[in-house]
T-cell receptor, first 108, second 118 residues
Framework: SYELTQPPSVSVSPGQTARITCSGDALPKKYAYWYQQKSGQAPVLVIY???KRPSGIPERFSGSSSGTVATLTISGAQVEDEADFYC???????????FGTGTKVTVL | EVQLVESGGGLVKPGGSLRLSCAASGFTFSNAWMSWVRQAPGKGLEWVGR??????????DYAAPVKGRFTISRDDSKNTLFLQMNNLKIEDTAVYYC?????????WGQGTLITVSS
């Protein structure tokens, strides 16, 4: 079965840059999406189609993708950005989907 | 404003069945592709399955762990999405979210908890 691999945790000081990677064999041909989930809440879409930011999402969130790795960057991380982050994409068929293993971001 | 409200969760014994509903509003439901996602306690997100709009063929796809046991359907006249779950297993215990999925999963409901236990 298809898998998307993320680092379990990322720590960053306030105001610094956090980068979260997502590795998957189909990423060269399939878009990556990124979700932020705070404790006890439903996930929120922060990046779609590799690089696009939904309205209402702060500009400090950006996305990129190169080869088999998609990356979410939080530039100037804030304490309120602490959360679990998940990537999401399709397998090569485009009909089966998977979430990444998840990354806990700590800002302290 | 897009609203998705799940219902039908609760406690069920292994081998039992349950049907979840998701009432949608604030968008044209009949045009929307919809997904179910679940999250076991303390675990990550897991895609369950998706249904495309009837105008796009109504196709359904499922994750391997639920294929053959779960069925996604929709009633466009009532703006409602369903998840029929049969032969439930302990490992199906999770919060189940419905979500819009027309260009990636965009809007989420608040989720409903399913507990499978004897």
């Amino acid at each position: 079965s298809y898998e998307l691999t993320q680092p379990p945790s990322v720590s960053v000081s306030p105001g610094q840059t956090a980068r979260i990677t997502c590795s998957g064999d189909a990423l060269p041909k399939k878009y990556a999406y990124w979700y932020q989930q705070k404790s006890g809440q439903a996930p929120v879409l922060v990046i779609y189609e590799d690089t696009k930011r939904p309205s209402g999402i702060p500009e400090r969130f950006s996305g990129s993708s190169s080869g088999t790795v998609a990356t979410l960057t939080i530039s100037g991380a804030q304490v309120e950005d602490e959360a679990d982050f998940y990537c999401y994409s399709a397998d090569s068929s485009g009909n089966l989907f998977v979430f990444g293993t998840g990354t806990k971001v700590t800002v302290l | 404003e897009v609203q998705l409200v799940e219902s039908g969760g609760g406690l069920v014994k292994p081998g039992g069945s349950l049907r979840l509903s998701c009432a949608a509003s604030g968008f044209t439901f009949s045009n929307a592709w919809m997904s179910w996602v679940r999250q076991a306690p303390g675990k990550g997100l897991e895609w369950v399955g998706r249904i495309v709009s009837e105008t796009d063929g109504g196709r359904t796809d499922y994750a391997a762990p639920v294929k053959g046991r779960f069925t996604i359907s929709r009633d466009d006249s009532k703006n409602t999405l369903f998840l029929q779950m049969n032969n439930l297993k302990i490992e199906d215990t999770a919060v189940y979210y419905c979500a819009t999925d027309s260009a990636g999963i965009e809007h989420w409901g608040q989720g409903t908890l399913i507990t499978v236990s004897s």
